[in-house]
């Protein structure tokens, strides 16, 4: 029967791929990458690297382009099932024609599968419209998560205590922070609006030579983070960037 594996590679670190993820990509025949329509050249030659360096032979990359998808819907909801059918079923042709029976194939999940990234859920769905069947392993990777702690040299949790995990939309709806938030996909700069008191430790392009950290109160660094992410971007022409933000201790 045919097998999909779900492979997370890391942030950016090839050493930060694990030695089961390396075991997995031993396996591995075919690639399948999804064209994003976005997705910018270094973050493809970053795969590409990683399958050149751990693949046991030469890979095949399978381009499976992702259908159209509008970003600006009346019903938020609605559109992300439609986009996600859509593209299960992209996926599922894919899986049918070009994995053999016996063949392997591999999802390259930037970071760690299981976080905000939707090739799990996907694969659900194809396996749900049953087009094909096929068994499926997940791989853990490192997080972007991971990776900002371990660099700034703190706990993710303060003892006992929970951490909450959003998006920069979500923060902008709601700037309050009454608990420790971690605050992915963050295009639109969400922490200008947190309460200058609050701790911030903020990373950019985390495990790659261009990495970048600033931590302080929101008051004293905004500035700081708003001008070097700026001129980063402008220089790399794209920005990945993840922070943790925790309220001030109470006396
Ligand atoms: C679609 S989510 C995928 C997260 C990924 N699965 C993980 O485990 O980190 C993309 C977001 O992750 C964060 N991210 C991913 N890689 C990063 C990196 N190298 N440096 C900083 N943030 C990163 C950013 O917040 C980015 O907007």
């Known amino acids: 029967v045919r097998t999909v594996l779900v492979i997370g590679i890391g942030t950016g670190d090839p050493e930060h791929v694990t030695v089961q993820a ?32 751990y693949a046991a032979r030469p890979v095949r990359l399978v381009a499976i382009e992702d259908p159209p998808r509008d970003r600006a819907p009346a019903d938020y909801g609605a559109a992300v ?23 392997v194939g591999a999802f390259l999940v930037w970071g760690d599968p299981s976080l905000y990234d939707s090739t799990i859920r996907v694969l659900d769905a194809v396996r749900t419209q049953g ?18 702690c371990a660099r700034h040299r703190i706990p993710l949790n303060r003892v006992g205590e929970p951490v909450r995990i959003t998006t ?24 200008r609006a947190v309460d200058g008191d609050v701790r911030i430790w903020w990373g950019a392009y985390l495990g790659s030579p261009d990495e970048i950290l600033i931590a302080g109160r929101i008051g004293d660094v905004t500035d700081e983070i708003v001008r070097r992410r700026a001129e980063a971007r402008a220089r790399k022409g794209w920005i990945l960037d993840v922070y943790l933000l925790r309220p001030p201790e109470q006396t």
Do not use: N, Y
């Open 131 to 148: 087009v094909v069947p096929f068994e499926h392993e997940v791989i853990p990777g490192v997080s972007s998560v991971q990776v900002l």
């Open 22 to 53: 390396i075991g997995a990509l031993r396996r591995v025949g075919v690639v399948f990458v999804v064209d994003k329509g976005e997705a910018t050249d270094d973050l493809v030659r970053l795969r590409r690297e990683i399958c050149d360096r």
């Open 81 to 103: 099932a439609d986009w996600h059918a859509a593209r299960a079923a992209a996926w599922g042709r894919a899986i049918a024609e070009e994995l053999g029976e016996d063949e």
């Open 168 to 191: 920069g939309r979500l923060l902008a709806a709601d700037p309050r922070i009454v608990e420790d938030v971690v605050v992915v996909l963050d295009g639109q700069q969400a922490f």
